[in-house]
Nanobody
Framework: QVQLVESGGGLVQPGGSLRLSCAAS????????IIWFRQAPGKEREGVSC????????YYADSVKGRFTISRDNAIPTVYLQMNNLKPEDTAVYYC???????????????????WGQGTQVTVSS
């Protein structure tokens, strides 16, 4: 069964850190670019970061550059999103998605993706 399962969300104070995981099963993660998206209440889904399948190139939204780091371990297989210095505006449901395309930029959430996870809630609040 093909699955992407996110975990690691929760409640954290501003300035805190979380590490999200996107665990893949049923397909070979090596051949897929993984994208993290997020959707805040009342807002459109937006791209946060992605890591390419070919050479692990990484891309970030301007709003998270310098604070978030995406990485992958194909042996597990899991993609991580390390989030540091979290801000209240980072509050959202975070989703991971997989595409067999080798992307060279952060893609739009309206694109076609092969697999989606169910999401994990991140709340940044004091």
């Amino acid at each position: 069964q093909v699955q992407l399962v996110e975990s690691g969300g929760g409640l954290v104070q501003p300035g805190g850190s979380l590490r999200l995981s996107c665990a893949a099963s049923g397909f070979t993660l090596d051949y897929y670019t993984i994208i993290w998206f997020r959707q805040a209440p009342g807002k459109e889904r937006e791209g946060v970061s992605c890591i390419s399948s070919s050479d692990d190139s990484t891309y970030y939204a301007d709003s998270v550059k310098g604070r978030f780091t995406i990485s992958r371990d194909n042996a597990i297989p899991t993609v991580y999103l390390q989030m540091n210095n979290l801000k209240p505006e980072d509050t959202a449901v975070y989703y991971c998605a997989a595409t067999s395309a080798d992307l060279e930029a952060l893609p739009p959430p309206t694109g076609k993706y092969d697999y989606w996870g169910q999401g994990t809630q991140v709340t940044v609040s004091s």
